[in-house]
């Protein structure tokens, strides 16, 4: 063989074994990403593992519900009359029979693939990249909503501060700077240190009693104000446009799947129909208060009731400044289910950001639990206090639960359980649909909204 030849030839074949070897590195090293991003899912399991058989289905019923309702149940007045109580009804009765299907379908994920969170059973049934997308959602959506938790109490705590010392000149301990820190630290402070989710059903049952009692009052009034019966809030006369406006408000006042995967997972001798009881129980009577208060707010008002139901009623109302304390009960309970949730997603994070250095991160630090959630309290706490609303950044952060609520669980559905049969791959298509649809159209609503100065 001439040798100019053969030199060829040996450099051709060093070169393709040089590409196959750095495509084979390229390779490894994504693999080894993945298994890196995947690997803290299950070391997140034995974080949880001596919480298992903890939750009591009672307590788990009453979590969800804290979970769901709080501030928000005061809008629905108002959402009811923009879209007349029949297309209320309606939609309602679809939100809850559409949340509690993905519910169950995460239920049936967790004893799939065994994930102690919503994000490791993203990470486990659906891989890495979904897995860092519904971290990333859910840290931002739980801490906006711990940060907007701090004023609303705030908020709610002058009021009843300006109402019971009304006659007095100098109220600088009616302030917000003064307020919203010591009802942070007093009542917020000494329930976010739980190290698992089912303690939170002693808490709940209060934030339970405290929206029956704002649902009570508002029936209440109705009987004692005796205000003439408005026309036309049965079926006005609105167009498609409205009622997509608030579709996506009531689906997402009914969100409580974030919490649900952990709460499942801790259920003692747990099994889906046990949860799809809970789930049913909690659903049903969320929708109970939600239609029982919205009808009433609406009836007492008509199509004029202010978005906030409680600045319709009368200052000298002291059964509505009761339900001021109430909301703000129920508000610091969710409060620390926020928290926990954000702070099992940054220790994930924080896990798999070590094993992509390859540091041993031990995935049960009390060390970095501890100042996680100081950290996180702490900078909400701040936040609260130097903005009096987050409402821009919550419509926004909130298209996320749209995510949550019904993308993730179909695209759960369309991975595994969705291979049953055909029926379940239609109907995981349609959850994806419906949840990016939600989720594309509030953030372009609400931009909108706000491109053109209106009251989002």
Not at 31 to 46: E, G, K, P, T
């Amino acid at each position: 063989m001439d040798p100019q030849e053969y030199n060829d030839d040996h450099m051709l074949h060093v070169s393709v074994n040089s590409d196959r070897q750095r495509l084979q590195s390229y390779h490894e090293q994504s693999i080894n990403v993945m298994n890196a991003m995947l690997s803290s899912s299950h070391q997140a399991l034995s974080d949880h593992g001596d919480d298992r058989g903890s939750g009591s289905m009672t307590g788990a019923v009453f979590i969800l519900m804290n979970t769901i309702m709080g501030a928000s149940i005061l809008v629905l007045p108002y959402t009811f009359g923009q879209v007349g109580l029949v297309s209320a009804f309606i939609m309602s009765a679809f939100v809850f029979f559409i949340s509690h299907f993905s519910l169950m379908v995460l239920a049936d994920a967790v004893d799939l693939h065994d994930g102690s969170n919503y994000q490791n059973l993203v990470g486990n049934a659906c891989g890495p990249l979904f897995q860092a997308f519904s971290q990333i959602g859910l840290i931002l959506y739980t801490y906006t909503l711990s940060a907007s938790t701090h004023i609303t109490v705030g908020d709610q705590a002058v009021k009843l501060c300006d109402a019971a010392c009304s006659s007095e000149s100098n109220k600088w301990y009616c302030e917000r700077y003064f307020l919203i820190p010591v009802v942070s630290f007093a009542f917020m402070f000494p329930l976010i240190w739980v190290r698992n989710i089912s303690s939170f059903s002693y808490t709940s049952y209060f934030s339970a009693l405290a929206i029956l009692y704002i649902v009570i009052a508002g029936i209440a009034d109705y009987f004692i104000l005796d205000l003439p019966v408005p026309d036309d809030i049965l079926m006005p006369d609105v167009s498609i446009f409205t009622l997509l406006k608030y579709f996506p408000l009531l689906t997402l006042s009914m969100c409580c799947h974030m919490t649900s995967v952990p709460l499942y997972y801790e259920l003692n001798e747990r099994t889906p129909a046990k949860f799809s009881i809970v789930a049913f129980t909690a659903l049903f009577l969320v929708l109970v208060f939600y239609i029982t208060f919205g009808t009433f707010g609406l009836l007492t008002f008509g199509p004029s009731v202010q978005p906030d139901v409680l600045m319709s009623y009368s200052s000298t109302d002291k059964m509505m400044m009761i339900a001021r304390g109430a909301v703000s009960v129920s508000v610091i309970a969710s409060y620390p289910i926020f928290l926990f949730l954000g702070r099992h997603a940054i220790d994930d994070t924080l896990i798999q950001i070590g094993n992509l250095l390859s540091r041993n991160v031990s995935p049960n630090s009390e060390l970095r639990r501890v100042l996680v959630t100081l950290a996180w309290h702490l900078s909400a706490l701040a936040i609260s206090l130097l903005t009096s609303s987050l409402a821009v950044v919550l419509t926004y952060v909130g298209s996320i639960a749209a995510l949550f609520m019904l993308f993730f669980p179909g695209y759960i559905l369309w991975m595994g359980i969705s291979r049953r049969n055909g029926a379940h791959r239609i109907t995981s298509v349609v959850l994806m649909g419906l949840g990016m649809f939600m989720f594309l159209w509030t953030l372009i609503f609400n931009s909108y909204q706000i491109a053109t100065s209106k009251n989002l």
